[in-house]
């Protein structure tokens, strides 16, 4: 079966660097993925890793270890708007997705 | 252009009662999700359609979920007997082509279902 896990909650300061964890377990990997969903709205798509390694796509990175069963997402220069729940997901056999609870990240001034 | 649109907003229901909610996925999409999503989790998949057939229906917790995409574009989820356990947001995501565990998903600002 497939089985996700995040930190709850989160806070970090404006302008600071924050590292959002994620492990899963799964089988057959296919890639993993990185939502962003505020309060109230519907998740939309930051990121898709499917090889080791570091992303960089502006402000915010994705990072994926498969041995390791372990992604991280790196927001940097934390703005207020970054306030948000960060869903890690993964493809979990056959069409569906499987997603983590989230990480609520508070930013406070 | 247009996101996905979802209707209604918000629904109220009593106990017993039937209940459809309706997703307009972007124009062209051929891959459509249905999820619902409870307070501090994620989104729970329920059901994964190609065009018009539900090439996954694995999520559904039970026979009073049903869902329809007659012409492989708008898809109606139906619930029957609703019963309180069922309240939760019903997000609608639609994707462009197959395989669509590997593509982005584009989410609808979803339902909230509240059965009294």
């Known amino acids: 079966g497939q089985n996700i896990d995040q930190p709850t909650e989160m806070t970090a300061t404006e302008g600071a660097i924050v590292q959002i964890n994620c492990t899963y377990q799964t089988s057959g990997f296919n890639g993993l993925f990185w939502y962003q969903q505020h309060a109230g709205e519907a998740p939309t798509f930051l990121s898709y890793?499917?090889?080791?390694g570091l992303e960089e796509k502006g402000r915010f990175s994705s990072f994926l270890s498969r041995s390791k069963g372990y992604s991280y997402l790196l927001l940097k220069e934390l703005q207020m708007k970054d306030s948000a729940s960060y869903l890690c997901a993964v493809p979990g056999g056959g069409f569906k997705t499987i997603f983590g609870a989230g990480t609520r990240l508070f930013v406070k001034a | 252009g247009a996101g996905v649109s979802q209707t209604p907003s918000n629904k109220v229901t009593e106990k017993g009662k039937y209940v459809e909610l309706r997703c307009d996925p972007i124009?062209?999409?051929?891959?459509l999700y249905w999820y619902r999503q409870s307070l501090g989790q994620g989104p729970e998949f329920l059901i994964y359609f190609q065009g018009t057939g539900a090439a996954d229906d694995s999520g559904l917790p039970n026979d009073r979920f049903f869902a329809v995409r007659p012409e492989g574009s708008v898809s109606t989820l139906k619930i029957q007997r609703t019963e309180r356990g069922d309240s939760a947001v019903y997000l609608c995501?639609?994707?462009?082509?197959?395989?669509?565990?590997?593509?982005?998903?584009?989410f609808g600002p979803g339902t909230r279902l509240t059965v009294l």
């Open positions: 995501a639609s994707s462009p082509g197959r395989g669509g565990s590997y593509n982005e998903q584009f």
């Open positions: 124009s062209g999409h051929t891959a």
């Open positions: 890793n499917v090889l080791d």
